[in-house]
């Protein structure tokens, strides 16, 4: 397989231009659903994965920042984490483009791998920022890990990380479940989809 | 031939605040923002408290009284409070350090906590509440129109308005799903694992449907001309309401002062 | 013989990763001010004839295209993005086609115009009489969310007809709608015809082809297997096992004349059987 070339202006085809919107409304149902179901997990990375499983490092990016950027509109807490949005679209989509996604054992690591990137971006911001507690769920939790006496970074790790990796792993079997339903004709189109193309399905 | 559709469809606020070219509500929004963390460097008594971000705070109601929106805005306000107010009861019981001002059993206020609860709080409840102020005297409409006014690339601004209208969509149509879901059997209580399986069969069907209807979309959308190199009219104008240069030399006037005292007071300790 | 509107000359065209074709060797020509009905089974390739036509395969689709398509005289490459003038397209389902960034019918209405950079009163002159056409003036400042599949269906059409193209290519614009619906749409297309566009419509409800169509073509697996008339076409009693559905009224006549009525022309619309059925009850009874 030769290697393609990419660039970001190849990246924003207008079919990419048309998922960015999608993935920001999923990123805010994900969200939504994960309240209504009362999940422990914000959930609200799925749209910025797909859309950087699709099309690349820098859709993805814009997706999850434009999604902080909306979502801050009603809580402005969501500003704050504009920068891990966007970091978990980048690397989301550079360990697409290098084919990370193609096997079974490559999702479990690049899924790993993004956790972890995204508990490491986080951290400085909820801890330096916000001293540990945004006001959700989770960093309830971690405030009464700290008033049991854990110090502050061991109280985040320990709560936040935990339910992080849960969050990302639901979120990318999500994504796999999709891809592996969207028709292959409709994978050619976008600018990575051919990576995930089936064996198998030779046919229209 | 009635006129009537192309003025409908405009935007005309009789209040001359909450009209103001969305530029300059930009300018004072920064403005806000900057006076904010100057205002957050004055550590005053000698536990150094940010005790002036408190009656900055009321400028936010202030301004939305001035701009006619002080009901509207009472709903995200009060979101915005409640969490300022978590983050300020969290970090006033949890942060050790300094004296302890105050205890009661096994709760303890230190003077670290206070300094962090008043810094931490009142900053997030002074930023967010300016952009709840902005956001409740200007319409998506004008705002996307403002975006490509600047010199945005028209293909943002759409990103920028589909994403909103997308979210209405999607959430609308994310309740119908799990609501088919349950009709089917799916179960939505009951312990953590049961209630994340609910998750898929309701997520799944939205993502694929949005994803096949892009599709088209694209299509559709290349059929209006989406992608013309050509001049594009638009029927939707943006208001000035006049007070544009004296709200932006007030921003400015009040901003500049703030940085002078605090300048001075630096000088003078 | 007048001249084309489209014409594709033996056309073969695979989508990516496709094994056979969809469309095999096909040349038709459309002329100007023609109504051409597309009828076949599903799978047998009218979709893809239509994103043919229209350019959108191989441009959007990718896939491989050989063969010759031409849009009034020219190739499609060498319109670039001016197409969207000359041919409209409307597609299945009325909901990707709304655009996602206005909040209201009219705005909806007026965003192809706006894009094509036309002074803002022509603009509201066109968008008005539009909306009367397809009877959606009431529907105006509504959301267009908040749309019946049939009154969307029919912004869509308003929001196609309003750029005035020449051509319009329309795929089955009522499979998704109510009989309600369905029949404010071919109001419609009735008013498109007279108004003498090129019309290449897609539909498998017959009666309505049968009334209008100028030619009818018949795909199957990506061939063209009949070209012409309506009233031969949709009388040819072959057709059924390809997959095409006759005129309920043209398998009446045939019934009737198998049983020895003396049906001079299989009927293809309602007035045509009505006519047809009293001239051969008349002929059985003596009368002349």
Not at chain 2, 31 to 44: C, P, Q, R, V, W
Not at chain 2, 78 to 97: D, E, H, M, N, R
Not at chain 2, 245 to 267: C, D, H
């Amino acid at each position: 397989m030769e290697k393609k070339k990419y660039s970001i202006k190849t990246d924003f085809t207008m079919l990419a231009i048309l998922l960015i919107p999608i993935g920001v409304a999923v990123n805010f149902v994900g969200g939504q659903l994960a309240s209504i179901l009362k999940l422990p997990m914000y959930l609200d990375t799925i749209g910025t994965i797909f859309a950087a499983l699709l099309c690349g490092p820098w859709v993805g990016a814009v997706t999850g920042a434009l999604t902080n950027v909306l979502t801050g509109i009603a809580n402005p807490v969501n500003f704050a984490f504009i920068p891990v949005n966007i970091i978990a679209g980048l690397v989301t989509g550079f360990l697409a483009r290098k084919g990370m996604f193609s096997i079974w054992w490559k999702w479990i690591l690049s899924m790993l791998i993004m956790a972890a990137v995204s508990i490491i971006s986080s951290a400085p911001i909820v801890v330096l920022v916000f001293g540990g507690v945004t006001g959700s769920g989770t960093s309830l939790i971690t405030a009464a890990a700290m008033a049991a006496g854990a110090n502050i970074w061991a109280a985040f790790f320990g709560t936040e990380g935990i339910f992080t990796v849960l969050d990302r792993v639901i979120s990318f079997v999500i994504c796999w479940m999709v891809m592996k339903v969207i028709p292959a004709r409709t994978l050619v189109k976008f600018p990575i989809g051919s990576n995930y193309l089936h064996k198998k399905s030779q046919t229209k | 031939m009635e006129n009537n559709y192309i003025e409908k469809i405009q935007i005309h606020r009789k209040n001359r605040i909450a009209g103001l070219y969305p530029s300059a509500k930009g300018f004072i929004v920064l403005a806000y923002s900057i006076s904010t963390f100057i205002l957050g460097t004055f550590h005053l008594t000698d536990m150094r408290l940010d005790l002036l971000l408190i009656p900055w705070f009321f400028v936010i109601p202030v301004l939305c009284i001035i701009s006619g929106v002080l009901a509207k805005s009472m709903k995200a306000m009060k979101a915005v409070a409640t969490v300022s107010a978590i983050i300020f009861a969290a970090q006033l019981f949890l942060i050790p350090g300094g004296k302890v001002l105050w205890s009661f059993g096994f709760l303890k206020i230190y003077v670290y906590g206070l300094r962090s609860a008043i810094r931490l709080s009142f900053l997030v409840l002074d930023v967010a509440g300016i952009f709840v102020w902005l956001f409740q005297t200007t319409s998506n409409k004008e705002l996307s129109r403002a975006m490509e006014d600047s010199g945005m690339n028209y293909k943002a601004a759409y990103v920028f308005m589909s994403s909103l209208q997308m979210i209405d969509i999607l959430g609308k149509n994310s309740k119908s799903i799990m609501n088919a879901q349950r009709a089917r059997g799916v179960e939505t209580e009951g312990n953590l694992i049961i209630r994340a399986k609910a998750f898929f069969p309701s997520l799944v069907p939205l993502i694929l449907g949005a994803i096949i209807g892009s599709e088209e979309r694209v299509l559709t959308l290349e059929a209006r001309g989406f992608s013309m190199q050509c001049q594009k009219t638009h029927l939707f104008k943006l208001d000035h309401s006049g007070l544009e240069k004296p709200a932006v030399i007030l921003s400015t006037l009040i901003t500049s002062a703030l940085l002078a005292g605090r300048v001075i007071w630096g000088i003078m300790r | 013989m007048g001249d084309y509107a489209i014409e594709c000359k033996n056309v073969t065209y695979t989508y990516p990763l496709a094994e056979n074709p969809a469309i095999q060797d096909l040349s038709a020509g459309f002329e100007k001010g023609g109504f051409y009905g597309i009828i076949g089974e599903n799978g047998a390739g009218k979709t893809t004839l239509c994103v043919i036509l229209r350019g959108f395969a191989p441009d959007f689709y990718k896939g491989e295209l050989t063969g010759q398509v031409l849009v009034e005289g020219k190739t499609i490459p060498e319109y670039k993005t001016e197409l969207a003038a000359k041919i409209g397209y409307v597609f299945q389902n009325p909901f990707n086609q709304i655009s996602g960034v206005k909040e209201t019918v009219f705005e909806e209405v007026s965003y192809g115009l706006e894009n094509f950079g036309v002074p803002v009163d022509e603009i509201e002159e066109r968008v008005i009489n539009v909306m009367q056409m397809t009877d959606i003036e009431e529907l105006a400042y509504k959301s267009p969310f908040e749309l019946s599949g049939g009154q969307m269906q029919r912004v869509a059409l308003a929001s196609v007809i309003v750029l005035e193209p020449d051509i319009l290519i329309i795929d089955e614009p009522t499979s998704q709608l109510d009989p309600e619906g369905t029949d404010s749409v071919f109001r419609i297309i009735r008013e498109l015809k007279e108004k003498k566009k090129t019309i290449i419509l897609v539909e498998h409800k017959v009666d309505l082809i049968a009334e209008y169509a100028d030619e009818v073509l018949v795909l199957k697996n990506g061939k063209l297997i009949a070209q012409g008339k309506p009233e031969d076409i949709l009388s040819d009693m072959s057709l059924p096992e390809q997959g095409v559905a006759l005129p309920q009224v043209a398998v009446l006549g045939n019934m009737l004349r198998q049983k020895g009525f003396p049906i001079d022309r299989i009927p293809i619309t309602e007035k045509q059987a009505a006519e047809e059925f009293q001239k051969a009850m008349s002929r059985r009874s003596g009368r002349p």
